[in-house]
């Protein structure tokens, strides 16, 4: 796991030390530096993926500014505007880009060079780094801000799907994953840890709902409004409507006769049709 982030000189940041957990929130305003810090990962993940990181600088080999996960243009776009020297950084004559990783207590090094003579290049030469890093070697998703919307068809790739297991930038080879997958089971109960609610009844992934529906959208108390729907004639086959005072009984799934002024926005029911891949 990535305990601790650190970067230098890169976008929005002259100097940053972030410490990270199992699952990390990142808030701020607009323009704040929050994607920065993702794509600052996704960099070091796309400049190993394309062995980028193993050539020597003679061979090409650098961080990959444009590539499959991040497109974040050339070297002047990524060295930060009030760029300086940082303790942390050897005293070189050319401008350095610093990332630092700490992965399960053990901390791994990457210092590129910005090219004075060629600053519109978008492959930065490689300083001092790491040769491996668990982050290149672990699963890894990184999905943008603009993700696809719904469609008849998806890609599909046995490559980037199944070998990969990557789901796409924009979460576009999902149903590919999901059909390859199919047949496996899904664990239904979460360990202990960070990523259980801590009013959860039990570890059953159903019964961690309630509590956060709770969480995000408390149930009102109030009595629904009665319609003002014009009265019509009831035919035979019509069922009759179940009673206003029906609720749902917390920790149970809905059903078609359960009525609620409010839903959680987090449950919507199954579709009955399965996408196509």
Request: proline share 11%; hydrophobic share 35%; with cysteine.
């Amino acid at each position: 796991m990535i305990n601790h982030i650190k970067l230098i000189n890169f976008k929005a940041f002259r100097r940053l030390e972030l410490p990270l957990g199992p699952l990390t929130l990142l808030t701020g305003l607009n323009s704040s530096g929050k994607s920065s810090v993702l794509q600052a990962l996704g960099l070091l993940r796309q400049s190993y993926e394309t062995q980028m990181l193993t050539r020597t600088k003679r061979a090409g080999g650098g961080l990959l500014l444009n590539g499959d996960l991040v497109a974040l243009g050339t070297a002047q776009d990524v060295l930060h505007e009030d760029f300086g020297p940082v303790e942390e950084l050897p005293a070189v004559d050319e401008p350095l880009v610093g990332f630092a990783v700490e992965e399960d207590g053990e901390q791994r090094t990457w210092l590129a060079a910005y090219d004075l003579r060629h600053p519109d290049r978008d492959v930065m030469p490689l300083a001092e780094g790491s040769v491996r890093a668990h982050l290149a070697e672990q699963p890894f998703q990184y999905l943008h801000a603009d993700r696809i919307t719904p469609a008849v068809t998806y890609p599909r790739s046995h490559q980037i799907a199944v070998a990969r297991g990557f789901l796409g930038v924009r979460g576009e080879h999902t149903v590919d994953y999901l059909r390859h997958h199919t047949d496996q089971d899904v664990p239904t109960e979460v360990p202990d840890g960070p990523l259980r609610h801590r009013d959860a009844i039990s570890p059953n992934s159903w019964t961690r709902r309630s509590p956060g529906c709770r969480s995000c959208a408390p149930v009102s108390t109030s009595k629904p409004i009665p319609s003002k729907a014009p009265t019509r004639s009831a035919s035979p086959t019509a069922s009759a409507a179940p009673p206003a005072s029906t609720r749902p009984v917390a920790g149970a799934p809905p059903t078609s006769a359960s009525a609620s002024p409010t839903r959680c926005p987090s449950w919507s029911p199954a579709s009955p049709r399965r996408p196509r891949a």
